[in-house]
């Protein structure tokens, strides 16, 4: 007998004053609020969190950055940015049901992908292999926790540019949405761990229930809509189509519409309604292993489709070459060397120079004249930390630029 939808059930649950974790929650640094901090007149600290995030230009990037298909001329085709709108859609409707904080749950969805490099996983996987070269990491959301607290800054009132220094409760969210693991019945951790000693993706639950119902969001976002973007491309046959149909149909209360509207539904309401406290946050047996079969499905004639191997390739082809085009610059005089270069490749090296002022003591009256007031986080006298400075400028560029920086270097 399928179980009733029971508003609120996680009231008690929320991410608030009345909550134990609330004090560690709104930790932003060392000190619960900094002395600079404006305090809650128009908007709450997690709300404030949200529109720093949405202001930064590191989530204005992500409406050219992959979903799945890379750098599409398809207006249609869902981009990082769409997608990041859509898991905080439903990470708000969920949230809202069940009582829980949505301030919070749309702050860490919105920034949940920040550290998405271009052309999507592949991007992430290649800028991985390069890291490892000298025993170094890359995953997204590791490198998102990174972009919130180091790379994503924005000018005050004085026009001075300053770290975002977001709490607690959403920098944890970022660094544990991790959506491509299967679990079926996720609780919230008990303890404040470090988060930048993190070492791995999935390694711990979210600090909070807001984090849990992001993490399942995400989930639940990309599988129907990578779908509708490969029927939309003319990826999947006709035996495909019904085999997603059927899919669909071995569900009771589906009328076996397979598009992303139907999909996020019947999941939303399955997990709203199998989930308590005292459970964790879970699907019922059948939708979780319709969740898993659709994820299947995804892999298998989606993600590794022959047309996007194929452009895995050309992937590839950009990224390696911007790094070692830039990483042949490393030398005593790298910005003479940079700017003597400036006309060749005006916007790579542009870009790149501002770069190295804005996040290194290379030039301090530059930096200081361009009202950066950010932490520094590169010392470029070793070379390892210069061709982090390399790997963290590729993360953050689009697809379109990419390509764009990538044609300006083998153009004659």
């Known amino acids: 007998m399928k179980s009733k939808l029971v508003p609120e059930r996680f009231r008690e649950q929320k991410t608030d004053k ?67 709108n859509h898991v905080a859609s439903i990470s708000y409707t969920i949230s809202k049901f069940m009582g829980l904080n949505t301030e919070l749950t749309q702050a860490i969805a919105l920034g949940h992908d920040l550290g998405h490099s271009p052309f999507g996983h592949e991007g992430e996987t290649l800028l991985s292999e390069i890291m490892q070269q000298w025993n170094g990491t890359f995953w997204h959301e590791k490198n998102g926790l990174y972009t919130a607290d180091k790379i994503a800054t924005l000018p005050n009132a004085s026009g001075i540019h300053k770290n975002l220094r977001l709490t607690y409760a959403v920098r944890d969210g970022i660094i544990s949405h991790c959506g491509e ?62 085999e997603l149909n059927k899919l669909m149909k071995s569900i009771p209360d589906s009328e076996g519409i397979v598009n992303n509207t139907a999909l996020i539904e019947l999941f939303i309401k399955d997990l709203c309604r199998n989930s308590s406290p005292e459970e964790g946050m879970h699907f019922s047996p059948r939708y979780y292993e319709l969740l898993l079969k659709v994820k299947e499905f995804n892999y298998k004639h989606i993600y590794y489709h022959p047309r996007l191997v194929y452009y895995q390739e050309y992937a590839r082809c950009i990224i390696h070459t911007i790094f070692d085009f830039l990483d042949g610059y490393y030398e005593k005089n790298m910005l003479q060397k940079i700017s003597a270069d400036m006309s060749k490749f005006p916007v790579l090296l542009k870009y790149f120079l501002e770069w190295l002022i804005k996040y290194s003591g290379i030039d301090s009256k530059e930096r200081e004249k361009a009202g950066f007031n950010n932490d520094i986080i590169y010392d470029l006298n070793d070379r390892s930390q210069y061709r982090r400075s390399i790997i963290d400028y590729i993360a953050g560029m689009t697809d379109n630029f990419a390509i764009r920086v990538y044609h300006e270097i083998i153009s004659f």
Not at 228 to 236: G, K, S, T, V
């Open 18 to 84: 009345t909550h134990p974790k609330w004090g560690q929650s709104l930790q932003r640094g060392s000190e619960f609020l900094l002395p600079e901090e404006k305090p809650e007149d128009t908007r709450t600290q997690f709300y404030r969190d949200y529109s720093r995030i949405l202001h930064c230009t590191s989530y204005r990037r992500l409406k050219h950055k992959t979903q799945v298909f890379f750098a599409t001329q398809n207006d249609h085709i869902c981009t990082r940015m769409e997608h990041v």
């Open 181 to 242: 693991t299967d679990e079926n019945g996720l609780f919230p951790r008990d303890e404040a761990i470090d988060l930048e000693q993190i070492e791995r993706p999935n390694q711990y639950s979210p600090y909070t229930w807001e984090g849990c119902v992001v993490k399942l969001s995400d989930k639940i976002a990309y599988l129907g809509r990578d779908i509708e973007d490969a029927i939309e491309l003319n990826l999947l046959e006709p035996e495909r189509l019904e």
